[in-house]
């Protein structure tokens, strides 16, 4: 009944720019803070980006700021991504995760989505 739902990844070409949506459903993201993290075969889950529930303070890994922005919708009940100046090392599966506040540690979050793919390859 509580669902997470990613969408919008795909194929994109290196340089490209795709959007991704976290759709919430059976509770209200406006009390939480939302994380996206990827993984990619053989690696480890790593955060990238994360949201307060104010939407007033946002956090990027290294490796994306500057190319990733993170934002949100409330009355939506969305989150999103927009992914700029794609690499082929941000090829990965993207999920988003709900927490009380911004954190990393991707064991911490309460609820996940089930992910969506995100290639980058010419």
């Known amino acids: 009944q509580l669902q997470l739902v990613e969408s919008g990844g795909g194929l994109v070409q290196p340089g490209g720019s795709l959007r991704l949506s976290c759709a919430a459903s059976?509770?209200?993201?406006?009390?939480?803070?939302i994380g996206w993290f990827r993984q990619a075969p053989g690696k480890e889950r790593e955060g990238v980006s994360c949201?307060?529930?104010?939407?007033?303070?946002?956090n990027y890994a290294e490796s994306v700021q500057g190319r990733f922005t993170i934002s949100r919708d409330n009355a939506k009940n969305t989150v999103y991504l927009q992914m700029s100046s794609l690499k082929p090392e941000d090829t990965a599966v993207y999920y988003c995760?709900?927490?009380?506040?911004?954190?990393?540690?991707?064991?911490?979050?309460?609820?996940w989505g089930q992910g969506t793919p995100v290639t980058v390859s010419s």
């Open positions: 059976g509770f209200a993201l406006d009390y939480y803070s």
């Open positions: 949201i307060s529930s104010s939407g007033g303070s946002a």
């Open positions: 995760a709900v927490h009380n506040f911004c954190t990393a540690v991707a064991g911490l979050y309460d609820y």
